[in-house]
């Protein structure tokens, strides 16, 4: 990549210019009075030429024969990408594929809209939902129902509860209806500087870490629905409920005090919290050992529980690279 160097001139008494490189000029395509968007960042001044090209339409052909669960990747993987509308064309009249996707619409995602509907295409709008969604209340709202998920999880366990168990597994939809929108607006504002300001995010890595922290919440709501899995297995109420219970409490405030340090990012907080979500995965691992968790099902609970523990372990790590404060170690 060419560097280019320039110096920055005074004209007047409250302005100031820097000359453009021609040939970036030329590349972009800019001539005489246009206009380039200056976004003010804490950390600098970020430029780029014009407005940024938005991800209008997509056009996605479902060639027969397929399968419905194809057609609904590929659909999920222009809205994750940001495109604002979605056009679906089926050659042949499917209406088992179409009336497929749409479910998985409505149950996956977020601020979609069937605008137009045939025998042979579909076409879905995309609203544009950063002002009134922003992503850490996203996070907030998918936090808050992992971790009454795993909470309600080993509660239907423990009490062999299947009703309870089937009701948790409805809410995992939810949370992958949030993770879907936080991905869709982190690919969005890794492209315009103005929607990455409009979300309170310093810059484009904030995006990778708020990402990647939503996929960590995620993961501990399917651990939550593992658990819950599990339940329909059982024969009698578990033995030994008591220790178990008193360990998954110690995950579930973990997880919400990893989610809170992510949406809050502080440094010492998120340290304590990285230590505690430690102990607490050893202290499942060492449980693993014991007797009267030598079941099949119970490693499988209590390792769902570890995973979630280790989840919160990642949650602190990403809070404690976003908070950039810089520390000093002493021994």
């Known amino acids: 990549m060419e560097t280019h160097v320039r110096r920055i ?21 800019l001539k005489r009075f246009d206009e380039v968007y200056i976004v003010p960042f804490e950390n600098g001044l970020l430029l780029f030429a014009g407005s940024p090209e938005a991800l209008t339409e997509a056009e996605l052909l479902v060639e027969q024969p397929a399968e419905p669960e194809m057609a609904v990747r590929l659909f999920f993987s222009k809205y994750l990408d940001g495109y604002g509308k979605i056009r679906v064309i089926f050659p042949s009249a499917s209406l088992q594929i179409a009336g497929y996707l749409k479910d998985c619409i409505r149950r996956w995602l977020v601020g979609v ?117 599990r339940v329909s297995m059982l024969r009698r109420v578990p033995r030994r409920s008591e220790e178990l219970a008193k360990v998954s409490e110690e995950v579930v405030n973990v997880f919400r005090s990893s989610v809170n340090s992510l949406l809050h990012p502080d440094i010492v907080f998120a340290d304590k919290t990285l230590k505690k979500a430690d102990i607490v995965a050893e202290r499942l691992e060492n449980l693993q050992t014991q007797s009267g968790y030598e079941s099949a099902t119970f490693q499988t609970v209590l390792n769902s529980l570890k995973r979630i523990a280790e989840y919160a372990a990642d949650l602190s790590e990403a809070s404690i690279n976003l908070s950039g404060r810089v520390v000093t170690v002493s021994s």
């Open 113 to 229: 809209e069937i605008i137009e509907e045939s025998s042979s295409e579909l076409v879905a709008q995309c609203m544009p939902m950063h002002d009134k969604l922003p992503v850490k209340m996203s996070i907030e709202r998918m936090g808050s129902i992992a971790s009454n998920m795993i909470r309600d999880a080993v509660d239907s366990f423990l009490r062999a509860d299947e009703e309870l168990a089937a009701e948790v597994l409805k809410r995992d939809d939810e949370v992958d209806r949030f993770y879907h929108f936080v991905v869709r607006q982190m690919n969005i504002a890794v492209r315009d500087p103005r929607i990455l300001k409009a979300l309170n995010l310093s810059s484009p890595s904030d995006c990778i870490t708020y990402a990647l922290g939503a996929k960590n919440v995620e993961r501990a709501a399917d651990h939550a629905e593992n658990i819950c899995r």
């Open 9 to 29: 001139q005074r004209t007047g008494k409250s302005t100031y210019t820097v000359s453009l490189p021609k040939k970036w000029v030329e590349k972009v395509g």
